[in-house]
């Protein structure tokens, strides 16, 4: 379309104004229909990959009991920021999986791995993956968790080993070190993860919680 003059000027200023408005207005009008769509009370904002919480488990899971793929729960020790301004509060319910375990047997160490998979935020569940460190007997992860025999159990071990059985004091007299080595030469002692545990876990990909 042509036009000429201060006439034709005019009436291009005129369409393009016209243009202008109605574009707007759809806009105006998405953008209404999207807020319109969305949850009252539930803006999404971002989780960023790297963010790190921790979680305080809900029930005892064992080594010698758990397989992959079992459920288990717990909730967020403390609060977490997300990128927009937004919280995942202390206390929110967090749903995982035992991601890999390995029982205890000769001649090698439990193990035991758990991922998150879901959080509940604002009374709605986010899907958030996260992953820990693995948990294996005998490592310094492992007892600052408390969740490998302590000086008591393996003095209760080694006294069915080196006694009758019946006197478990043996073990405390024979010492820590000798403990540990005759654990190892045995079938072991599971990763027990107690009621209560508090688990470090990262966040694996960047998600939209609400």
């Not at 009008?29 to 803006?43: F, I, K, L, W």
């Amino acid at each position: 379309m042509k036009f000429h003059g201060l006439a034709g000027l005019a009436a291009a200023a005129t369409l393009a104004a016209a243009l202008f408005a109605l574009n707007g207005c759809n806009e105006s009008t998405t953008d209404d229909a999207q807020a319109a769509n969305a949850p009252a009370g539930r803006a999404a904002h971002t989780l960023l990959a790297g963010t790190a919480f921790n979680v305080v488990l809900g029930s005892t899971i064992s080594s010698e009991t758990a397989s992959v793929g079992d459920a288990w729960q717990g909730t967020v020790q403390e609060n977490v920021a997300t990128q927009n301004g937004g919280m995942i509060a202390a206390g929110s319910q967090v749903d995982g999986v035992v991601v890999g375990v390995t029982a205890a047997k000769r001649g090698s160490r439990a193990m035991l791995d758990l991922g998150v998979r879901q959080i509940r935020v604002n009374g709605g569940n986010s899907s958030v993956t996260a992953s820990s460190e693995a948990v294996i007997a005998g490592s310094t992860r492992a007892r600052n968790l408390g969740a490998i025999a302590g000086g008591a159990v393996a003095g209760a071990l080694i006294g069915k080993v080196v006694g009758d059985g019946k006197n478990a004091a043996v073990g405390g007299l024979i010492g820590g070190g000798a403990a540990t080595a005759v654990v190892a030469g045995s079938k072991g002692y599971q990763v027990v993860l107690s009621n209560g545990t508090v688990m470090s876990f990262t966040v694996n990909q960047t998600v939209a919680v609400r």
